[in-house]
């Protein structure tokens, strides 16, 4: 079992960045690919970020790269979600979920742990 609590969402200006951070209680958080989604009102659920166990692999839906980069550190169990330039479109509620698996997931439904959710909204 894994327990996942992210932090860091709030009310930004279009421009401005801000980071997210999911901390995961339980074992084996190394041998978990983690993911950030987010979630926007009357929208599905869409990917954002993956990682991969040693933090080299890294995976972005189109619409962040470059804007976006997400990182972890095994040792206190953390993976963080960087945002810099920010856009209206970006406002949406952020999960962040685990996949006990070595591959780069992008489907929501391969995920088998998921935090609450964070609230990031970005104002025009």
């Known amino acids: 079992q894994v327990q996942l609590v992210e932090s860091g969402g709030g009310l930004v200006q279009a421009g401005d960045s801000l980071r997210l951070s999911c901390t995961a209680y339980?074992?084996?958080?190394?041998?978990?690919?983690m993911g950030w989604f987010r979630q926007a009102p009357g929208k599905e659920r869409e990917f954002v970020a993956a990682?991969?166990?040693?933090?080299?692999?890294?995976k972005f839906a189109d619409s962040v790269k470059g804007r976006f980069t997400i990182s972890r550190d095994n040792g206190p169990n953390t993976v963080n979600l960087q945002m810099n330039s920010l856009k209206p479109e970006d406002t949406a509620v952020y999960y962040c979920?685990?996949?006990?698996?070595?591959?780069?997931?992008?489907?929501?439904?391969?995920?088998?742990?998921w935090g609450q959710g964070t609230q990031v909204t970005v104002s025009s």
């Open positions: 979920a685990a996949h006990y698996s070595s591959a780069l997931t992008t489907a929501a439904v391969g995920y088998e742990y």
């Open positions: 990682i991969g166990w040693g933090g080299s692999s890294t």
């Open positions: 339980g074992r084996s958080f190394s041998s978990y690919v």
